[in-house]
């Protein structure tokens, strides 16, 4: 499903950072605008959480914002306004008409939400007048980067609780509204299977689940007193949180109401816990609604949790039935920025041929990879074996040999006879949306698939195996030429003995 209409304004054109918009204008001064053509590749160079793999995440979002990108008349009237340091207007009359006209013209490829994803790869390929995709740039990695952060943090989660739901409970702790909206939709797709946000349940149709606080308790004369009336206002939903004074005298108070619950033909839902030692706490909750007769009363949790206390508190036998994970989720809270980063890899010439571009770095890793990139990957019956950057310009040499791109000694070679398949698949023709909206449940059903398609070491959180990702042999031994190229161009010659 596309983002419903009111989340947010009809377009989003101011979404941007000043730079994309004085880009533009030396483009359009030079006479560039519609004439020439480039390709920019959206990618992160480096996998989050120190993980081995991650969730492409947002694309739905970034539909959307493409699907409607204008710059409306209130959006021109403020850019009339800005000044450059002379004093002098920053946009000239007629680049703000010019504005005034645009529409998306570009051709988009891009992953399908869900889909794993590793460092180096595209998630998001832009083909177009160097105009529109510039104007873009910062837009688009907004809207790509946070979400595929949360998805990758939320599909972590579902790891560590090995089948146990995972409910996304972080709207007081996310960075604003939107932060919340967008955590609560990235989550559902990485693998949670609800959220404490009305908002996201009604705009994404996400299941909404939830509690009660502390301070329900304490409006009483007492804890039992409370969870009575809770119980009677909810009696299809009660679930009890018992750590307000004494845990455990908490869940034999719940238990109270439970057997009153059940003399009425209802079960007490769940209890919750929220502070304390959760591994032992959970297990004495255990026994005492087990020998009440309550063996179907779940026992959720919270308490910052993360992959890592999870996957502790399990290793330690806890009986925990339902995560309930906030801050750590919604805030990334260990690695909370993707560094996805939006690039520059070709230019078309007046005679119609692709030049590559790229970008020089002292560090390997911020060296740009040039051309038309797909990403191709390999599989056998035992799950996903290799993922091939190529340019589909360059196509495929027969060996089938891929280089890591960080070090071009580590080589591998695949069999073309492996299963295979091109990642990137077209979802904008000529600024026009032509892919099909894809529900939460699907793309977050294919996140589960892949991830259980990698190989166990690569799942691991500490120092997981490295997933092969490398450049066809073909890209790279052109991306090095060019590389030698372009440093031998700007030492002027010089060479380093």
Known sequence: MRYP?????????????????????????????????????????????????????????????????RFEPDDLAYLETLEGTDGAPLFEPAFLERLGRFRFRCDVDALPEGTVVFAQEPLLRVVGPIFDAQIVETALLNLINYPTLVATKAARLRLAAAGDPVVEFGLRRAQGPDGALTAARAAAIGGCEGTSNLQAGRAFGLPVRGTHAHAWVLAFDSELEAFRAYAEAQPGNCVLLVDTFDSLEGVRRAVEVGRELAAKGVALAGIRLDSGDLAWLSGEARRILDEAGLVETKILAS????????????????KIDVWCVGTRLVTAFDDPALGGVYKLAAVRRGDGAWEPRLKLSEQAVKTTTPGLLQVRRFSDDRGFVADMIYDELLGIAGTHEI????????????????????LLRRVVTGGEVVAEPVAIATA???????????????????????????????????????????REASSGGRRDD
């Open 5 to 69: 209409s009111g989340v947010y304004r009809p377009s989003l054109a101011l979404l941007t950072d000043l730079y994309q918009l004085t880009m533009a204008h030396a483009h359009w001064r030079r006479g560039l605008d519609p004439e020439q053509e480039a390709i920019f590749h959206l990618f992160f160079r480096r996998l989050p959480f120190g993980g081995g793999f991650a969730i492409a995440c947002g694309l739905d979002g970034a539909l959307d914002y493409l699907q409607h990108l």
């Open 303 to 318: 308490n910052d949790l993360d992959e890592h206390l999870i996957e502790s508190l399990r290793q330690q036998g806890a």
């Open 403 to 422: 280089v890591d791109p960080m070090d071009p000694t580590r080589r591998r070679r695949l069999h073309a006879k492996m299963t295979s398949e091109d």
């Open 444 to 486: 977050r059903a294919r996140a589960q698939e892949q991830v259980e398609r990698l190989h166990p070491g690569v799942l691991r959180f500490l120092n997981p195996h490295a997933y092969p990702v490398g450049l066809e042999l073909g890209l790279h031994e052109r991306k090095t030429a060019l590389v030698l190229a372009a």
